[in-house]
């Protein structure tokens, strides 16, 4: 599956801002979707996941209760909902596809079968 993010952009600090990830093929709906990010002299870390019915999410700490993942297969979009945000969630986000029939769980590990190319958010203080 071919991945497109978009939606990323400069935000002031307590800002909002949603990443979509629309995604190629009619097989969408059986991969489990992910976001990571990249911030500045950093290393990738994940950011959240879904699984591929939008039954399950989960998210990292540091997002936990500001951002929000959901999906929409009949669009073969992924959204990322960045509420009350902070300059250290400055980063290059990247959308992930799960190994086709994998679980969410295992994007937590970056066992990703395709990413996007990177949209830039950048968080003003």
């Known amino acids: 599956v071919q991945l497109q993010a978009s939606g990323g952009g400069l935000v002031q600090a307590g800002g909002s801002l949603r990443l979509s990830c629309a995604a190629s093929g009619r097989t969408f709906s059986s991969y489990a979707m992910g976001w990571f990010r990249q911030a500045p002299g950093k290393e990738r870390e994940f950011v959240a996941a879904i699984s591929w019915s939008g039954g399950t999410t989960h998210y990292a700490d540091s997002v936990e209760g500001r951002f929000t993942i959901s999906r929409d297969n009949a669009k073969y979009t992924v959204y990322l909902q960045m509420n009350s945000l902070k300059p250290e969630d400055t980063a290059v986000y990247y959308c992930?596809?799960?190994?086709?029939?994998?679980?969410?769980?295992?994007?937590?590990?970056?066992?990703?079968?395709?990413w996007g190319q990177g949209t830039l958010v950048t968080v003003s203080s």
């Open positions: 992930a596809a799960g190994k086709y029939g994998s679980s969410w769980y295992d994007l937590i590990s970056e066992l990703v079968g395709s």
